[in-house]
């Protein structure tokens, strides 16, 4: 190797390095903060590592003292459902528009592209108002915020059809001469092949509810028992007690951010897979 590309991959690594540096120092900060106990707190800006360690804050969250539990069920449960629904329902609708032709098919993928361009707040009004119709906020919120993460999911098939689009259509036509129908093509033949998109899909589809504020606090709006940990947990900051309260605030986005950690470090393999193959055909 020569020596201008040794010096290089030096500048390159110290580069990285301090990037890397600079991006993990808030969540450091975060995770040191949790562990501050509130009798030891002397301010946001004193000292990153606390003077002694605490663990009042993750008791606190796990106390009779706060419904923080009852927050992380109520977000865990939003979250399943929707990964489950939204999975289910973008695989078929990307599967059905990559393999089949059928007359206004392009219209409709024009139209659905066009109405994604479109942020989904602007019709929180109209939204929240058809929904109380229902009794699905507040005291209902939870299954309304699932019905409001699923309808409208069959949008968002552009990647999960871009991987299908991959997967040569000879396979579709060799097991329909078998005697083969469309559903055991999808089930037996396309879907066993399309592990990485279902994976992408799936972890996508867990991370909107489980980090969504905006539609959360709109539809729950009030009620205490219907919260997601996003809005449960913003709320604590709006307290007096800004600095007692951002402490447990540290504790409980550790909390919140150890099973998505844990997912992506699980399946990032085919995560990557699932967006690069996607992005290979539209």
Request: glycine residues 8%; positive net charge; contains cysteine.
């Amino acid at each position: 190797m020569s020596a201008k590309r040794k010096f290089t991959n030096i500048v390159s690594y110290i580069v990285l390095i301090l990037i890397s540096i600079i991006w993990l120092f808030p969540f450091f900060g975060i995770l040191m903060t949790s562990f501050r106990s509130y009798k030891d707190y002397g301010g946001l800006t004193n000292y990153v590592i606390p003077k002694h360690f605490s663990l009042d804050n993750y008791k606190f969250l796990f106390s009779n003292k706060t419904k923080f539990l009852q927050w992380y069920g109520n977000t865990l449960i939003i979250a399943i459902f929707v990964t489950l629904l939204q999975t289910l329902v973008v695989v078929c609708v990307a599967y059905i528009l990559s393999r089949m032709r059928f007359k206004l098919r392009s219209l409709l993928m024009r139209t659905w592209l066009i109405l994604g361009m479109f942020p989904g707040f602007l019709t929180m009004i109209c939204m929240y108002f058809l929904l109380k119709q229902f009794g699905l906020t507040q005291s209902g919120a939870i299954p309304g915020l699932i019905l409001v993460y699923v309808a409208s999911s069959g949008m968002g098939y552009y990647v999960c059809k871009g991987f299908f689009d991959t997967i040569p259509k000879s396979l579709d036509e060799a097991a329909i001469i078998d005697g083969a129908t469309r559903s055991q093509v999808m089930f037996k033949v396309i879907l066993p092949l399309s592990k990485p998109i279902i994976i992408y899909t799936a972890l996508t589809a867990f991370m909107a509810p489980w980090c969504d504020y905006i539609f959360a606090s709109y539809i729950a709006f009030g009620h205490e028992s219907s919260y997601n940990v996003a809005v449960a947990m913003t709320r604590w900051v709006w307290t007096n007690d800004y600095q007692g309260y951002f402490t447990r605030f540290c504790a409980g986005g550790v909390l919140i951010a150890v099973p998505v950690t844990l997912l992506f470090m699980a399946l990032q393999r085919y995560y990557v897979e699932g967006v690069t193959g996607g992005a290979v055909k539209g």
